[in-house]
């Protein structure tokens, strides 16, 4: 591996990791209440009646704005599986990219998921039934983004192991 590629695994991994640490503390802010997990569990979405406005915003807008800093840490892996080959790299970094981009898709909608649920709860009985139907459907909604998701990290995290296992990478076989 030339210099160049070295400096830039290196630079894009910083960023990635960054990036990674800011979605971590954004994730905290939108669902970190003081509770046990179990407990929280079963709130469902009335765990969102802890959380500030405030915060909710925040941590909403700050998984979004984190998700660049994630996408460019995937060029690291990107030139790092190169060696196996265009059918490995590319598929790998795809998917990986996709996940990244339904995530912030996911993270924009969890603002709108709390906020409308901090709504259900402040109007009370008069309207409830039409409000919940709608947030069983938000609800749904979210919960396929984070399908895809996961979806997405298995596969491109599956191909990533067998790359490196079995195909002449940049990345040591132990990892």
């Not at 406005?53 to 892996?77: D, E, K």
Request: one cysteine or more; a neutral charge; aromatic letters at 10%.
């Amino acid at each position: 591996m030339n210099e160049n590629n070295k400096n830039v695994i290196l630079i894009t991994g910083i960023v990635g990791i960054i990036g990674a640490v800011l979605m971590v503390i954004s994730d905290l802010m939108i669902s970190a209440i003081p509770f046990s997990g179990k407990e929280a569990l079963e709130l469902g979405l009335d765990s969102f009646l802890y959380i500030s406005q405030n915060r909710l915003t925040i941590g909403t807008i700050m998984g979004v704005m984190c998700i660049p800093f994630c996408i460019i840490g995937l060029l690291q892996i990107y030139i790092g599986v190169r060696p196996a080959g265009k059918l490995w790299s590319i598929p790998i970094t795809i998917f990986l990219f996709y996940a990244m981009v339904v995530g912030a898709v996911f993270h924009g909608s969890v603002g709108f998921l709390g906020t409308a649920q901090k709504t259900l709860h402040a109007i009370g009985e008069g309207y409830s039934a039409h409000l919940s139907e709608m947030m069983n459907i938000f609800t749904n909604y979210n919960n396929m983004f984070l399908y895809i998701i996961l979806a997405c990290m298995v596969i491109g995290s599956l191909l990533f192991a067998v790359a490196v296992i079995t195909a002449k990478t940049a990345y040591p076989r132990w990892m």
